[in-house]
C-alpha cells in the first residue's frame, strides 16, 4: 500500500461516487472529491456527514479544468496514493438515429476524462513513489448491448486505456487496476442489486493489495447476475 496519505475521487454523486470517498476516508486517508458542480458536490458530502473532505469543481472533459482540481487536491493534502476515476459517459438509441455529437459527448466523460485524469494522476504518483489508479468499468466494457453504442465505445477505451497504462506504470510502482462493475447498483432490493458501499469495499481492497499479487481487472456483480 502507498505511503503517502491522500486520495482523489473525480466523479462523485449519491451513489458509488459517495460510498468510494467515505469508504478511503474511514480507511484514513485525507480525501479530495471532484465534480463538474461543486456547490451540489460540497451538500452531498456535507448531508453524508463528510465535511472534512475537499470539493473540487472537475470538467474531466475539459484538460484545464482537470489540471486545476490535481493543483488544488494536491496543494491541500500533498501526492495521492489513490486516485479513483468514476465520470462516465452515458448514451443510448438505435444506430440509425444517433448523432455523431450524442457519440462524442459520451466518449468525451467516459474515455477522453479517463485519460486526462489518469494522466494526471500518473505525473503526481511518478514523483512520489507510486499509488493506486482505479477506473470504473460496466458491463460496456465488455459488450456493446443493442441501442447502446456511445455508452460501450467510452467504455471500451477507457478499459484499453487502462491496461496501456498498467503495463506501463507498474514497472514505476503505480498499480492501475479496471473495476467492471456488471449489474445495477442500489439498495431498494436486498442484495439483489449492488449495493455502493459493497463495491466501494472491492476498491478498498484492490487499493491495499501488495504488489507482489496485483490486480489489473476485477469484475463484480450480484450473486443473482446472469453473465
Not at 463538474?36 to 472534512?52: H, I, P, S
Not at 442484495?191 to 499479487?213: F, G, H, L, V
Amino acid at each position: 500500500m502507498p505511503s503517502n496519505n491522500h486520495a482523489i475521487v473525480i466523479g462523485v454523486g449519491p451513489g458509488l461516487g459517495a460510498a468510494l470517498v467515505a469508504r478511503f476516508a474511514r480507511g484514513g486517508l485525507k480525501v479530495s472529491a471532484g465534480a463538474r458542480d461543486r456547490t451540489r458536490l460540497r451538500a452531498l458530502l456535507d448531508e453524508r456527514g463528510l465535511k472534512d473532505v475537499q470539493a473540487l469543481r472537475c470538467d474531466v472533459t475539459d484538460e484545464a479544468s482537470v489540471a486545476d482540481a490535481f493543483k488544488d487536491a494536491i496543494a491541500a493534502h500533498g501526492a495521492p496514493a489513490a486516485v479513483i476515476f468514476n465520470a462516465s459517459g452515458y448514451g443510448r438509441g438505435s444506430i440509425l438515429d444517433l448523432t455523431p455529437g450524442e457519440i462524442e459527448a459520451a466518449w468525451r466523460v467516459g474515455c477522453l476524462g479517463g485519460f486526462l485524469v489518469g494522466r494526471e494522476a500518473a505525473r503526481a504518483m511518478s514523483g512520489a513513489g507510486g499509488g493506486a489508479i482505479l477506473f470504473t468499468g460496466a458491463t460496456a466494457s465488455l459488450r456493446g448491448s443493442a441501442n447502446y453504442a456511445p455508452f460501450a465505445i467510452g467504455k471500451f477505451g477507457l478499459r484499453a486505456l487502462t491496461q496501456s497504462m498498467a503495463r506501463e506504470l507498474g514497472p514505476k510502482g503505480i498499480h492501475v487496476a479496471h473495476m467492471v462493475i456488471d449489474g445495477q447498483i442500489g439498495v431498494a432490493d436486498g442484495d439483489t442489486k449492488m449495493k455502493p458501499d459493497d463495491i466501494a469495499e472491492a476498491y478498498w481492497s484492490i487499493y491495499s493489495q501488495p504488489r507482489s499479487a496485483w490486480t489489473v481487472e476485477a469484475d463484480l456483480r450480484t450473486w443473482v447476475e446472469k453473465f
